[in-house]
């Protein structure tokens, strides 16, 4: 069993599921796959969504009462998918966005898929500064990360974290995002693999394919970290220790960058 740390489950709130029946068909799939817990992440401050701590708190405990009553062993944990906006800092001090789980600990955040804001890394140690660790969804499709994967490196180094999507690893979203996948998962970019899904056909709340290919890029022990143990602990408000990843790694394919961390 494991967590997924990042779908759009909650019906009408934003470009993931529409109704509630596609909820419980995705949920049910979730349950299939192994999955006993979810994030529930609607976008917030991406310029057409918004969706505050209240409503998302709201949302979730109404779509957990139709799970319970449809029988459906599935538990839900607010958060949201916050675009990294400058409006996000006082959002997140005034406890109006959500971080992960309502822990207090982590905060999902999303860039453009084409480009890397100016001010993005001062966004993320404002964040920082709040004690909060950004966590980074999704960057091997960011096309200026694909290409650069130094510039994850560099905000890894300072301490944040980084979700890949399983779909990006089995080449569903074509062979340029899993070729960066890859790179950044041997690298040790990554400490967390989520569906990101939004519809109960095509992008489902399913990890185990994700998984698979992990394992077969890396071993068995990086793809039970980032699959399972990593958002099992995020799920109990607890933080991935980066250097347990980096210890299983293989070590050819460690990239360079934490090598000079611990030197």
Known sequence: MTTDIHCHILPGIDDGAKTLEQSLAMARIAVEDGIETIFATPHHFNGV???????????????????????????????????????????????????????????????????????TGELLEQIMAQGLVPIIAHPERNSMLARDPERLESWVGMGC???????????????????????????????????????????????????????????????????????????AGALPDPQELLAVLPGQERRSWWRRMLS
């Open 49 to 119: 969504y918004r969706n505050p701590a209240a409503a998302v708190r709201q949302a979730v405990e109404e779509l957990q009462q139709a799970l319970d009553a449809e029988q459906i062993n599935l538990k839900l944990l607010p958060a949201s998918e916050h675009h990294l906006v400058p409006e996000l800092i006082d959002a997140l001090a005034a406890g109006t966005a959500l971080t992960m789980g309502d822990f207090g600990r982590a905060v999902l955040v999303e860039l453009p898929v084409h480009n890397i804001p100016l001010g």
């Open 161 to 235: 974290l980084a979700q890949i999507t399983a779909q990006s690893c089995t080449g569903q979203f074509g062979p340029a995002v899993q070729g960066a996948a890859r790179q950044m998962i041997t690298g040790g970019l990554i400490h967390f693999l989520a569906s990101d899904a939004h519809r109960d056909r095509r992008r489902i709340p399913q990890t185990s394919p994700g998984r698979a290919q992990v394992a077969e890029w890396t071993n068995q022990a990086v793809a039970d970290l980032i699959g399972k143990e990593f958002p099992q602990r995020l799920s």
